[in-house]
């Protein structure tokens, strides 16, 4: 089951850094941690950011580009996402999202349905 590595709420200021961890633990199978989605209160589940299995290839939801990098370590089944610069409206509940490798290494996946696995959830705050 896909959990986050420091589940919880986390507080931080506005322009302020934090670095969320996501890993697949228990017996997984070849399920691997490659994508993050986030909601806000009263807002649908949006997308955040994605990797490929290669780490070659990501994308990113335009509010958070230039500001977030995905990341992620094969061997140890987890993703990070760094979170720079953050602003109030990053305001969320951030998930992380499991699937299996694509047999192209290269392939970025963005849509909720791509994914088998998810995690609780952390709740991320920005104040201002």
């Known amino acids: 089951q896909v959990q986050l590595v420091e589940p919880g709420g986390r507080l931080v200021q506005a322009g302020g850094s934090l670095r969320l961890s996501c890993a697949a633990s228990?017996?997984?199978?070849?399920?691997?941690?490659m994508a993050w989605f986030r909601r806000a209160a009263g807002k649908e589940r949006e997308f955040v950011a994605s990797i490929s299995w290669s780490g070659g290839s990501a994308n990113y939801a335009t509010s958070v580009t230039g500001r977030f990098t995905i990341s992620r370590d094969s061997a140890k089944k987890t993703v990070y996402l760094q979170m720079n610069s953050l602003k109030p409206e990053d305001t969320a509940l951030y998930y992380c999202?499991?699937?299996?490798?694509?047999?192209?290494?290269?392939?970025?996946?963005?849509?909720?349905?791509?994914?088998?696995?998810w995690g609780q959830g952390t709740q991320v705050t920005v104040s201002s």
């Open positions: 999202a499991a699937r299996t490798r694509n047999y192209n290494s290269n392939s970025v996946y963005v849509a909720p349905s791509d994914f088998a696995s």
């Open positions: 228990g017996r997984t199978g070849s399920l691997y941690p």
